[in-house]
């Protein structure tokens, strides 16, 4: 049985150009594309939107190697904070920050596998939300690095498949990914390399996405989410999940906003434009079933962001025919640090 793992779980395209019947104007466009030490207890987990364990390219892994007789510390800093553990000799590493393409699962992370291994490798990221399923699923609890996690095994086989901390580390995983070949000689290893795990909070780097209920519009079978988070731009995404929801064709604009969140309530973020501006009227398509990006730069109406907790607001059109349609207002949340 393959693994399965749950995910509840900004670059920039902009022109200036005058618009028609404005005077000292300036018109914002974004560009879009479719695209061992035991305390055991029983657990288990819900199910909600399924990850495939992904395929292996170990020859992208295969670029740091630990010298021989020493321990490396290997540090890997997120928007959530920072993640390090010791590697041994004989061990290759690769740390993955926000927004890697070839990283596995999570967030950001790092990978690490016995050097005379072939096929096979230890993930240990940052989830913002984890969950598995499964019904020959089985877990217990243990403390690992001084943290209470657990460990799940699926169909009763030798190795682990996933560790899931908990306490000052939450949000921290372990995964498995093709390691039955070498597990027996190897596992005492791997537990000690994560026994050396290391998670500060309050050290934290870049922006990232955050989920929120606002993000997401069930009637119209939409959910926007955010990635390449900076402080001066992002690429929106618009996930359509189900192509029976709309009523029509939906639709968006150029046109967006962006608030930031002070004593728990929104406000908008100044203009630091002179003048007029204004956003080109046009309209594009979200395809049934696909994910549609826009990248979005900021810089020039907002300027360089600082460090907090901010929202872009989004209008969704539900377009039937001229006249006829129903109008949406979206927010998709990130944070910067």
């Known amino acids: 049985m393959k693994n399965k793992f749950i995910l509840s779980l900004l670059i920039f395209g902009l022109s200036i150009m005058p618009i028609n019947g404005c005077e000292n104007t300036t018109s914002l466009n974004s560009t879009t594309k479719n695209t061992q030490q035991y305390e055991e207890h029983s657990t288990l987990s819900t199910c909600s939107d399924v990850l495939e364990e992904p395929d292996l390219d170990t020859t992208s892994l295969l670029t740091t190697s630990v010298k ?66 499964g019904t020959e699923l089985a877990t217990d609890t243990f403390t690992i690095a001084g943290n209470h996690a657990s460990i799940g095994t699926y169909d009763n086989h030798k190795y682990w498949d996933f560790i899931s901390f908990s306490d000052n580390y939450s949000g921290i995983v372990a995964l498995t990914y093709k390691v039955e070949n070498w597990w027996e000689i190897y596992s005492e290893q791997v537990m000690e390399i994560l026994n050396t795990l290391s998670f500060d909070s309050s050290i934290k780097e870049g922006g990232t996405y955050i989920y929120s209920n606002e993000s997401e519009v069930d009637k119209i079978g939409l959910r926007l989410t955010l990635k390449k988070v900076s402080s001066s731009g992002a690429v929106l995404m618009f996930h359509q999940y189900d192509e029976n929801a709309p009523s029509g064709e939906l639709n968006f604009g150029d046109a967006f906003a962006i608030e930031v969140q002070k004593n728990n309530t929104w406000e908008n973020v100044p203009i630091v434009i002179n003048g007029n501006y204004g956003f080109h009227e046009v309209a594009y398509n979200i395809p049934k079933g696909e994910i549609t990006e826009q990248k979005l730069d900021w810089n020039l109406l907002y300027g360089i962001l600082e460090p907090g907790n901010y929202r872009i607001k989004k209008e969704i059109m539900d377009f039937r025919k001229s006249g006829d349609y129903d109008k949406y207002t979206v927010y998709t949340q990130f944070v910067l640090n």
């Open 68 to 133: 021989d007789g020493k321990s490396t510390t290997v540090i890997q800093d997120g928007p959530y904070g920072r993640i390090s553990l010791s590697i041994p000799a004989g061990w290759n590493y690769k740390t993955y920050p926000m927004d890697s393409e070839n990283f596995s699962n999570g967030l950001y992370g790092i990978e690490f596998f016995p050097k005379d291994v072939t096929d096979g490798y230890i993930t240990l990221a940052y989830f913002d939300s984890f969950g598995v399923c």
